[in-house]
């Protein structure tokens, strides 16, 4: 077998250098909740391939059922020849989503996507222009999503000029912004749209219900809803953008879950199909179906294969109880990270909900960002076995997303890891 090393030079000479990667080792296999690199060496994971492989890596449902569906075909492209996989996929999502009312659902590749197909359905329902998004937002790297992203580097930069009628307002970030509460996070970002936009122009208010790259921040109780229930009256199209927040991960089918927040639109993709791309919008069928006939689309866009992928997962996540997994991996992890905390001063807060967890690094007694010690944790870990992530606005976040089937010991061994490198 190529050894990593050999792998990293080809590389190096092969593949484009914008494309980078948290570890140099290279995969053979995995699955559960550890990875296996080729030079036989394993790794707990608490990556997921950022919160894709919820049911973890070739899941046994989700590996017969694209060996089955590879076998009848593999694309007959949904907008030319249809297909019934892709019919069931958009009524499980109809059905598991937030809202008791009728719902339609379009699918396409990647969660960029699916925030573009989102705007452009919002956009066209309403007939206004703007998009409103929040500080340390993160929808994507397309053209439009640049623009809905919040962090210049290394997402933007130099990549513009983006598009326009994109307007960002604040988030409700507890530990940054003094501990405001929900609603009173949302009465100032509810003026500035008034006051800077003029709600009559905004088609959609588009936002994380716990942001994924931006930090996992989590918003005070009551800003979801309080902006929820602006956007009602103002007639703006609310959409959740749950691509990394879906699918079992905070605990819930959905973060809105959490507050019986019921989003107009919802965008879905990371954890849905088990790790084959596909990505959806689902949402009130007034609004989707506002869209003329061949509006929406894509060439690959609910490919047979990711589809059959996707409804083993759902499959699996019912059948295992993955929501009720993330709640048991929030119990043991966030009472280990609360442990690392008090005696760390470096780790300003422990925040996340089910198996989207996170510690914020600062320097002793600030507020001043730490990323230096996030990098240096990280690489301990790395160094040690643990395949963990860093994010946020200031870099100065280490974030843990586990995939929901780990097993125990598996979870122990990574917070044990991650225990000694803090020391
Ligand atoms: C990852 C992510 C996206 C973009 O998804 P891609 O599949 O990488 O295009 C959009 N929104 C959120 C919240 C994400 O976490």
Request: a negative charge; aromatic letters at 6%.
């Amino acid at each position: 077998m190529t050894s990593s090393e050999e792998l990293h030079k080809r590389r190096g000479a092969a593949v484009a250098r914008g494309v980078g990667s948290t570890i140099s080792s290279y995969v053979d296999h995995a699955g559960g909740g550890t990875i296996t690199d080729v030079e036989g060496r394993q790794w707990i994971d608490f990556a997921a391939g950022i919160a894709v492989a919820n049911v973890g890596n070739s899941a046994p449902r989700v590996v017969e059922a694209v060996k089955a569906q590879v076998e009848r075909f593999t694309h007959t492209c949904f907008m030319v020849a249809p297909y019934e996989s892709y019919v069931a996929v958009c009524e499980q999502l109809n059905a598991l989503t937030p809202g008791s009312f009728e719902k339609r659902s379009a699918l396409f590749n990647s969660g960029a996507e699916a925030v573009e197909n989102a705007v452009k359905i919002a956009r066209h329902a309403t007939g206004r222009p703007a998009v409103v998004v929040f500080d340390h937002a993160y929808h994507g790297r397309t053209n439009l999503t640049m623009a809905l992203t919040a962090k210049n580097m290394p997402y933007k930069h130099r990549f513009g000029p983006f598009a326009g009628e994109v307007y960002r307002v604040p988030m409700s970030y507890p530990l940054r912004d003094g501990g405001l509460d929900g609603a009173t996070a949302a009465a100032r970002s509810i003026e500035m749209i008034e006051k800077q936009v003029g709600a009559e122009n905004v088609a959609a208010l588009l936002i994380e219900p716990i942001q994924g790259e931006g930090g996992f921040v989590v918003p005070a109780e009551g800003f979801l809803p309080a902006l929820r229930e602006w956007a009602t009256a103002a007639g703006v199209v609310f959409v959740a953008d749950e691509i990394q927040t879906g699918f079992c991960r905070t605990g819930q089918w959905f973060a809105c879950d959490h507050e019986d927040v019921v989003p107009d639109l919802i965008t879905l993709a990371k954890g849905i199909a088990g790790g084959l791309p596909l990505a959806a919008v689902t949402g009130r069928a007034e609004l989707m179906d506002a869209v003329h006939v061949g509006g929406l689309g894509g060439t690959y866009g609910g490919n047979p294969i990711a589809c059959a992928a996707a409804l083993a997962s759902i499959e699996t996540m019912r059948e295992l109880d993955l929501a009720c997994a993330a709640q048991r991996i929030e119990t043991v992890m966030a009472a280990r990270l609360r442990t690392i905390a008090e005696r760390d001063p470096r780790i300003a807060e422990v925040r996340g909900r089910g198996a989207m967890l996170a510690v914020e690094l600062v320097q002793p007694g600030t507020l001043t960002p730490d990323p230096a010690a996030a990098a240096v944790v990280s690489a301990a870990c790395h160094a040690a076995g643990l395949l963990t992530l860093t994010c946020g606005t200031y870099g100065n976040v280490l974030r843990f997303l586990p995939p929901l089937v780990i097993s125990d010991d598996e979870l122990a061994r990574g917070l044990d890891i991650l225990d000694a490198a803090f020391r």
